[in-house]
């Protein structure tokens, strides 16, 4: 039952007025690796929508920085969920968010769907591969933390109900995931970037494990080819082994959020305040 401490704390909360605290129990405590690749997926299935690849393309990070840019926008989500977005270091990161997102002619309908991503993909991901899944308390949570940083960013229109946002990521998804050659470079860069985590020997098994978790709608969309079917069922066999240990271990005690190991930044928080990222890349979107 000790593995439960946290559940039981978060059901005593509630989502709209301690959606920040659930989130730090979530996100940082019970599902720090979960919510580490599940928002790595969610990054990658905006690269879907040509106008946001496009615009990346255009930026030339992808090409020139894209573990620098990676760094940077995990690190800066980080920060918001471990501090709170109205705390001073809250303030800070929004801030570089927003300095970087105003360079750039972003239209209103991709900052929103970028934002439902981090609300819904950490939630379908944990459904299948969690060591538990989010409960409803915590999926409305997290669609109230997001919902306010989105506002902090100047993003309009963000539906006022968990439903009709989700409603609106999945038709954004359905009309906008077609196939363009920026979907392709970008979607290559991060599947490199993906793979340059991993012994050079392991970097091909790693591309065709990465590529057979994307639904075939984003395949279409970057234009990749869909390997055997028999390498996507043994990765999702793996994640679901892993999760039965992870339901086994001991509960975490300690946040695991903006000191999870990054490349750009050693050490990070240490030494470092948020304004130090995004200095030359763009955040987003």
């Known amino acids: 039952m ?5 559940l039981r704390r978060i059901t005593s909360l509630d989502p ?8 730090r129990i979530s ?5 720090p690796w979960d919510y580490e690749k599940s928002l790595q997926m969610a990054l990658f299935s905006t690269y879907c929508v040509p106008t946001i690849s496009g615009l990346l393309e255009r930026t030339g990070e992808f090409e020139r920085r894209p573990q620098k840019r990676y760094d940077d ?11 709170g977005y109205d705390s001073p270091r809250g303030r800070e990161a929004l801030r570089v968010v927003n300095r970087q997102h105003g360079r750039y002619d972003i239209s209103n309908d991709d900052m929103r769907y970028v934002l439902a991503t ?9 459904s299948q591969y969690g060591w538990r899944p989010l409960t409803r308390t915590e999926q409305l949570a997290a669609f109230w933390f997001y919902r306010a940083v989105g506002m902090r960013m100047g993003i309009r229109d963000i539906p006022e109900s968990f439903t009709e946002f989700r409603e609106f990521k ?17 979607g290559q860069y991060t599947l490199d970037l993906f793979c340059s985590w991993y012994p050079s020997i392991a970097r091909p098994v790693v591309s065709r494990a990465v590529v057979a978790m994307l639904s075939p709608h984003m395949v279409r969309a970057f234009g990749f080819t869909a390997p055997p079917a028999w390498v996507g069922t043994l990765g999702r066999l793996a994640l679901r082994a892993r999760a039965r240990v992870v339901r086994r271990m001991p509960v975490r005690r300690s946040l695991k959020l903006t000191n ?5 930044y050693p050490g990070y928080p240490r030494g470092y305040r948020p304004s130090d990222l995004g200095a030359i890349s763009s955040t987003a979107p």
């Open 2 to 6: 000790a593995r439960f401490a946290n």
């Open 16 to 23: 709209v007025t301690d959606h920040e605290e659930i989130m």
């Open 27 to 31: 996100a940082g405590l019970d599902f």
């Open 73 to 83: 926008t995990a690190v800066l989500m980080a920060e918001l969920v471990e501090h």
């Open 118 to 126: 981090f609300i819904y993909n950490p939630i379908e991901w944990l």
């Open 170 to 186: 999945e038709a954004y998804e359905r009309s906008h995931f077609v196939f363009a050659p920026s979907n392709r470079r970008i």
């Open 260 to 264: 999870s190991r990054n490349r750009t």
